[in-house]
């Protein structure tokens, strides 16, 4: 009989498929917030009219905002936002854009709560992996200027009370992670993803089908985390290509969305995942790769890899895909190359001398070390890499 453990975070609701902007004002009003901050992509703000009609809806409540936060999250853009939010008086961040604006703002909310003004000052707040492969997680108090966020990419992110933010001094994204920092809403408007660039879109949606594979396929899967994995699939499967072929479908761009949320059911509830995502980790922070990108060149090698251990449970993917007689990692190597996206190594910039600095880099993320074909010492991470090249 499956024995586990399903912990919950401090998200109060997630609104789908109603306006942005009104939503956000709406959000405001219930949380009674009256100094609105608000951290934003850039392009969001420069080339599109969304981010305008987000202060209109607020009003006065509109204190300030941040257009800076480059991918990856790193700490000085973090510090950055954090020193104007709080100049600012904020009592409300609102968070809108792709996954480092969502990741940055959660680690913000950190600096604003602990009076964090300067790139040192974060160390004592980020987890670390000790010897044993097990993370640590140092105690501090919640924030208490809570975070709304409305995501236009995939990663999924908004979801999780983890933070990944990069330190760009020993180029290495490191995590921050406390329940309380998790969004207190999550607002899902598939109509304001049109902006978003093709390749970030589709991109960051692999990494959502990532997060639904990696989940059925842990160590800690039980009967909920699978459900909702297998349904991630279903609607990824659906929804990626239909946007591929038609921008303009916002019933596919919403049914991504839905599809990125199931996704994270067991990453924000306890689960424990494998080498894609630890792999994953150390390409974006070790190696500038973007975030989407780290799932299209590593997940279906990492499914080869650990065919041996788990082939059974892997059929139940390539179900879930519609394709039960194909391997999953050939159905998802056909989806990501359909998508138009990058499928090797060399393609995202990664050259096989960076392989060794990689792989030991790899033996400092947890997620390495509950791979579900065991994973013990750098070598092993190589031999991924080469699949991958």
């Known amino acids: 009989m499956q024995q586990g453990q399903i912990n919950l975070t401090a998200m109060e609701r997630v609104i789908f498929g109603k306006p942005a902007a009104e939503a956000i004002a709406e959000e405001a009003d219930r949380i009674g917030a009256k100094r609105v901050?608000?951290?934003?992509?850039?392009t969001l703000n420069r080339e599109t009219d969304e981010v305008r009609k987000v202060e209109s809806a607020l009003g006065d409540r509109f204190c300030g905002l941040h257009d800076t936060m480059p991918a990856h999250s790193p700490r000085h853009a973090?510090?950055?936002?954090?020193?104007?939010?709080?100049?600012?008086?904020?009592?409300?961040?609102?968070?809108?854009?792709?996954?480092?604006?969502?990741?940055?703002?959660?680690?913000?909310?950190?600096?604003?709560?602990?009076?964090?003004?300067?790139?040192?000052?974060?160390?004592?707040?980020?987890?670390v992996v000790g010897e044993d492969g097990k993370r640590v997680f140092p105690n501090y108090d919640a924030p208490d200027v809570r975070q709304v966020a409305v995501p236009t990419t995939l990663s999924g992110g908004e979801f999780n009370a983890r933070a990944g933010v990069t330190d760009t001094r020993v180029r290495l994204k490191q995590s921050f992670v406390h329940r309380g920092i998790v969004p207190v809403s999550v607002i899902l408007d598939g109509a304001v993803t049109r902006h978003t660039p093709e390749w970030l879109f589709l991109s960051t949606g692999i990494r959502a089908v990532d997060h639904a594979v990696e989940t059925y396929l842990s160590l800690d899967a039980n009967d909920f985390w699978d459900g909702a994995a297998l349904h991630a699939l279903r609607l990824l499967g659906e929804g990626l290509p239909r946007v591929k072929a038609d921008p303009e479908d916002i019933e596919a761009r919403q049914k991504c969305l839905m599809g990125a949320w199931l996704s994270m059911t067991g990453i924000v509830s306890g689960t424990r995942l494998g080498a894609s995502h630890a792999i994953g980790h150390?390409?974006?922070?070790?190696?500038?790769?973007?975030?989407?990108?780290?799932?299209?060149?590593?997940?279906?090698?990492v499914l080869a890899w650990n065919e041996p251990v788990n082939g059974a449970r892997q059929k139940n993917l390539a179900a879930a895909l519609g394709q039960p007689n194909i391997p999953a990692s050939e159905i998802l190597d056909k989806l990501i190359a359909g998508l138009g996206m990058p499928r090797?190594?060399?393609?995202?910039?990664?050259?096989?001398?960076?392989?060794?600095?990689?792989?030991?880099?790899?033996?400092?993320?947890?997620?390495?070390?509950?791979?579900?074909?065991?994973?013990?010492?750098?070598d092993q991470v190589m031999e991924i890499l080469r699949s991958a090249v």
């Open 344 to 378: 090797h190594l060399r393609d995202v910039g990664v050259s096989e001398n960076e392989f060794p600095r990689l792989a030991e880099n790899c033996m400092l993320d947890d997620w390495t070390f509950s791979n579900p074909r065991e994973i013990r010492s750098p």
């Open 282 to 301: 150390i390409l974006g922070g070790s190696a500038d790769v973007p975030h989407g990108y780290t799932s299209c060149v590593m997940l279906p090698y």
């Open 37 to 42: 901050f608000l951290l934003v992509g850039g």
């Open 78 to 127: 973090v510090v950055a936002c954090a020193n104007a939010a709080r100049e600012a008086g904020a009592d409300l961040l609102v968070t809108f854009g792709g996954g480092s604006v969502t990741d940055g703002g959660k680690a913000v909310t950190i600096c604003l709560k602990h009076g964090i003004s300067d790139e040192d000052g974060m160390e004592a707040y980020r987890t």
